[in-house]
């Protein structure tokens, strides 16, 4: 690409695209451990949120949230680690 010439705009089939045309869109279980990842980080967010709500308004707090902010973080840690590994394999196969 020369510095006065337009981008080219990826095709409507695959609209993320990389160099040489090449799909970067992620795999099915790739997508899923993406999508898992997010539900238990936000779980866990909104537990711990619900925590210190209850902590700043002097009152008891519920276990479950403690429960939740103790499994759910450190799940979506791990997945979101096995997300990043998934990817760097696919990419390395294709």
Do not use: D, K
């Amino acid at each position: 690409m020369i510095p006065n010439e337009p981008a080219s705009s990826p095709s409507p089939e695959h609209p993320l695209q990389g160099p040489g045309g090449a799909s970067v869109q992620p795999s099915r279980p790739g997508r899923a451990l993406m999508v898992l990842a997010v539900v238990f980080a936000a779980i866990g967010l909104v537990s711990l949120a619900a925590i210190l709500l209850t902590a700043f308004l002097q009152g008891p707090v519920w276990p479950g949230f403690v429960l939740a902010t103790y499994f759910c973080l450190p799940i979506a840690f791990l997945l979101m680690g096995a997300a990043v590994v998934s990817s760097a394999i696919s990419r390395r196969r294709s």
